[in-house]
């Protein structure tokens, strides 16, 4: 019986790397493929560990070196510029908060490495995401991952049917101590090293200073206002804050402070109190379900609106547009235009959305 074939994007990371031994270890044909994004020759070469970094691809091509498979490099710099690198900098000229990883994704490693990989013959593609996919009742889902401080469903609710049935995700199954153990146990160097957290193309994680060289015309310094219009400081553009945001405002009022509203339009930044960052009503566009096609009516599931969040309990109401109304039994903090909202039934990801408006 012949071996099926799965290409493994390949970070250099553990979790990439041992998805690629336990795929193998399964009987898998394996190719590790790693996904070139960084837009000049030189970009982040002074950087540690990052996934688009060039030490990553070294790693990566050591790793596959170890486990003795194929290993390439495919250039996506393109594509990556447009759905990713763009729409992050334009999201925030517009005054919203993007997820590059979401994007990253959606366009990328679920679509153009999918077909990528079966333009080279392969049935699968594989990743070393914490979730899990299974096929129920002639459905596919995406499931929780057993490790829930690793999950990483939230980043992942805009799988298709299609892509769900030729995706494997094997680190789903295991602790993320489990899968360092696994790697050290084999003998790869990356057992120990450090996850990347920051924004994979921005290598100090100053996303304000990396959009200001990208588009410097449309960075520009304007008011801090009150919830009245009342001027109380100057901020140096809006890409620099987000909702929420209390550090880094550099206004001395006597009294704690929060980004609660961005004006694109008047190039505002709107502050006040806390309690103004707790909502519970949310509109959500660009929805996709995945156990099924269409919301049909109202339907009671968990919630969040950002990564970190813990999901909370909501209603979901289908639109006539085709989006979606969110409500929250209890308030949300810092619900954010940009961001994603995802919903849950228990373990199973029942789609999500981009966070529009508040309602």
């Known amino acids: 019986m012949e071996k099926k074939k799965v290409v493994v994007g390949m970070s250099g990371g553990v979790d990439s790397s041992v998805a690629a031994y336990l795929l193998k270890e399964q009987g898998y044909d394996v190719i590790g493929i790693t996904m070139q994004v960084w837009q000049e020759d030189n970009d982040f070469s002074e950087r540690e560990g990052g996934c688009c970094s060039l030490s990553a691809v070294e790693d990566a091509r050591r790793v596959a070196q170890k486990l003795d498979i194929p290993f390439y490099v495919f250039n996506f710099r393109k594509s990556f510029k447009e759905k990713v690198i763009d729409y992050f900098v334009q999201e925030y000229i517009d005054g919203k908060t993007p997820n590059p990883c979401i994007a990253c994704n959606k366009y990328l490693k679920f679509d153009e490495l999918l077909m990528k990989a079966r333009g080279i013959g392969a049935e699968y593609v594989a990743t070393g995401h914490y979730a899990k996919i299974e096929e129920r009742d002639g459905r596919h889902l995406l499931i929780r991952a057993d490790d829930d401080k690793k999950d990483q469903t939230y980043a992942l609710y805009n799988f298709t049917q299609d892509q769900l049935a030729h995706t494997l995700m094997p680190c789903g199954d295991y602790t993320k101590d489990k899968i360092r153990e ?57 890409v620099y804050y987000t909702i929420g945001q209390r550090k880094g405002l550099g206004l001395a009022l006597g009294k704690p402070v929060f980004v609660i509203d961005i004006n694109p339009r008047t190039n505002e930044v709107v502050i006040g109190s806390e309690e103004k960052i707790f909502k519970t ?47 929250f039994e209890d308030k949300q903090r810092a619900i954010t235009k940009g961001q994603s909202v995802v919903f849950y039934d228990g373990n199973i990801v029942v789609g999500g959305g981009v966070i529009e408006s508040l309602a």
């Open 182 to 238: 696994i790697a050290k146990e084999i003998g790869l160097a990356v057992h120990n090293k450090k996850d990347s957290e920051e924004i994979c193309f921005i290598h100090d994680n100053d996303h304000g200073r990396y959009i200001k060289e990208a588009r410097p015309k449309e960075v520009k310094p304007g008011n801090f206002v009150d919830e009245k219009g009342n001027i109380v400081g100057r901020h140096k553009g809006i």
């Open 281 to 327: 009503d949310l509109i959500a566009k660009d929805i996709n379900f995945i156990p099924f096609e269409k919301l049909e009516g109202e339907m009671e599931v968990q919630a969040k609106v950002r990564y970190a969040a813990k999901p909370a309990k909501a209603k979901i109401y289908p639109l006539k547009d085709g989006k979606v109304k969110v409500s």
